[in-house]
């Protein structure tokens, strides 16, 4: 009897366990040069729409059915490793398109918040909070709740200012096609803006509705929903080099030759792995335009039939993800 009141209460305190009441803090959510993010974006369908009304303490989303249309990437870098961070006062990291590397989004992470300072695509688009956008207040958890003002220019373009409000409304577990995440929580952020042309002299009010599935030791949100404009988009990531993720890119390990080619090219994955692997190619604005599904004990022969530009190379296996850019010559 003993044994089984043990066995009980042993089930319990796992039950329990799954659901833990996740706290997001500065050192287990701030984002970290070094680190990659690949944003999957996805088709608006039933298997996103029902999950959004899923709320409340210990619940679970289930993603794992979602059809994925395309990906881009974001780098971490120091903001002053890049060319144009003196334009950004207080920012302190940046995020990199990996396809496009000109273009940065400049951020400031401390102990307090994680918010946005400015961005840079060119100089006739440069973006400058006067008042920065947080995305994240720390600490941060189940029913916590904060509100912030921004304001910002788009150099000689527009100008911008809004309030949202973010709310921790539930937390459980997250079915991904990545895996699954326990201990995560869900923020909703209601935003409004009133943005100004300065070309037109117009003037248009909007609304912003979004969801953030953030788990600790993921410095990047694991999911994330938004309805603008009565537009509806969703994506999830996959998180490189991030404490606490197995998940590691291995540039160094995979192999991808001849490169630069004419579309006929051989894959070599990393000695001693004899596993399955899904791979993927995206071209430049992130379109998926190959999937394959093979073991990495041998070498792979692949034939791209697409115009000459650059192609990004993503292979996944239960242990890793390794990535490459590819180079198509015509």
């Known amino acids: 009897m003993k044994k089984m009141i043990l066995l009980a209460a042993l089930a319990s305190l796992l039950c329990m366990k799954s659901f833990a009441q996740p706290t997001l803090t500065a050192v287990n959510s ?52 890049t060319p144009n961070c003196g334009l950004f006062s ?32 060119d100089t006739n688009n440069i973006q400058i909070f006067s008042d920065g956008y947080d995305f994240l207040h720390f600490p941060f958890t189940y029913l916590d709740y904060f509100s912030d003002s921004f304001s910002y220019t788009v150099q000689g373009v527009s100008s ?7 709310t921790a409304e539930s937390y459980g577990t997250l079915i991904l096609p990545s895996g699954t995440f326990n201990n995560v929580l869900r923020i909703r952020s209601d935003r409004v803006q009133t943005d100004s042309d300065f070309t037109t002299h117009n003037t248009a009010i909007s609304g912003n509705e979004n969801y953030y599935w953030y788990a600790p030791n993921y410095h990047c949100f694991l999911f994330h929903y938004q309805t603008y404009g009565g537009n509806s988009s969703a994506a999830y990531t996959t998180i490189s080099a991030a404490t ?25 994955f990393p000695a ?59």
């Open 90 to 121: 207080g920012s302190n990291i940046a995020l990199v398109k990996y396809f496009q590397p000109n273009i940065y989004a400049y951020l400031n992470a401390n102990a307090n918040s994680f918010t946005a300072v400015g961005s840079y695509m």
């Open 160 to 166: 911008s200012i809004g309030f949202h409000v973010d």
């Open 30 to 81: 701030n984002p970290v040069a070094g680190e990659m993010f690949v944003y999957h974006h996805l088709v608006f369908d039933n298997s996103v729409y029902s999950q959004l009304s899923v709320r409340g303490a210990g619940v679970t989303w289930d993603f794992s059915g979602v059809t994925e249309t395309g990906a881009d990437t974001d780098h971490v870098v120091s903001c002053g490793s």
């Open 272 to 330: 001693g792995n004899n596993e399955q692997a899904i791979i993927s190619v995206t071209n430049a604005i992130g379109q998926k335009v190959k999937q394959l599904t093979t073991n990495t004990d041998k070498p792979l022969e692949v034939s791209l039939n697409e115009p000459a530009g650059l192609y990004f190379l993503i292979v996944k296996t239960s242990l890793a993800s390794y990535s490459s850019k590819i180079i198509l010559n015509r």
């Open 244 to 268: 606490g993720v197995n998940e590691v890119t291995k540039t160094e390990q995979l192999q991808v030759f001849p490169n630069p080619n004419n579309g006929a090219f051989t894959i070599e």
